[in-house]
């Protein structure tokens, strides 16, 4: 079956650690994307990439980073500078080109203790 | 930047009632999609829908571009279709185009 995972579920983790979130596809997309949801909000952007080996700045960058070294995966690392990183995170991808239809992930729920 | 603008915020509907979302967006855009998020949190991908009407069994979504503002229309609901439904626009930038999300409408569909 084509489409979008994200590992894990669900993640704790303790206060001052870094944490990454897998995004792997399969649907030959050449963008990705990630976005954070909080409780009663809409998703805003974190980071994106149109192509491997290349990323962007989203809305809300701060406290996390990102890498593209393969098509089908788009890593995100909450790192400890996030001040408020206990959130829902959901990866998303794209055939590249403007304005194309995004499909996404299940999400991670990242909870920090 | 862009603002989007999803009403009502919540809804609260009986079994079988026709109800209207609505997403108004401040700038001219390249595209719109409506989502669907289950309880579970998945985004479901209802429409793609720049401008005109689409219609896909009880949903149906029109986009008036020109004056900025979609409706996605729900008829006959059912429980299933409790969750939130957002709007989101397409903007174009030199580093690719990018996703922009209203708040959401809550839609509630008691039995």
């Known amino acids: 079956d084509g489409g979008i995972t994200q590992s894990p579920k669900y993640l704790f983790r303790k206060e001052g650690q870094n944490v990454t979130l897998s995004c792997e596809q399969n649907?030959?997309?050449?963008?990705m994307y990630w976005y954070r949801q909080d409780p009663g909000q809409g998703l805003r952007l974190i980071y994106y990439s149109q192509i491997v080996n290349d990323f962007q700045k989203g809305d809300i960058a701060e406290g996390y980073s990102v890498s593209r070294e393969k098509k089908e995966s788009f890593p995100l690392t909450v790192t400890s500078a996030q001040k408020n990183p206990t959130a829902f995170y959901l990866c998303?991808?794209?055939?590249?080109?403007?304005?194309?239809?995004?499909?996404f992930g299940p999400g991670t729920r990242l909870t920090v203790l | 930047g862009i603002q989007v603008e999803q009403s009502p915020p919540d809804l609260i509907l009986q079994e079988g009632a026709n109800s209207t979302l609505r997403c108004n967006f401040s700038?001219?855009?390249?595209?719109l999609q409506w989502f669907h998020q289950n309880p579970w949190g998945q985004l479901i991908n209802l429409f793609y829908?720049?401008?005109g009407t689409k219609q896909n069994g009880r949903l149906s979504a029109t986009t008036v571009a020109t004056e900025r503002y979609s409706l996605l229309y729900i008829s006959s609901s059912q429980t299933t279709d409790s969750g939130v439904y957002f709007c989101a626009v397409y903007l174009e930038e030199t580093s690719g185009s990018r996703l922009t999300f209203g708040e959401g409408t809550q839609l509630t569909v008691n039995p």
């Open positions: 700038d001219s855009v390249n595209n």
């Open positions: 649907l030959n997309h050449d963008a």
């Open positions: 998303a991808s794209s055939r590249q080109g403007a304005n194309n239809e995004q499909f």
């Open positions: 829908i720049p401008s």
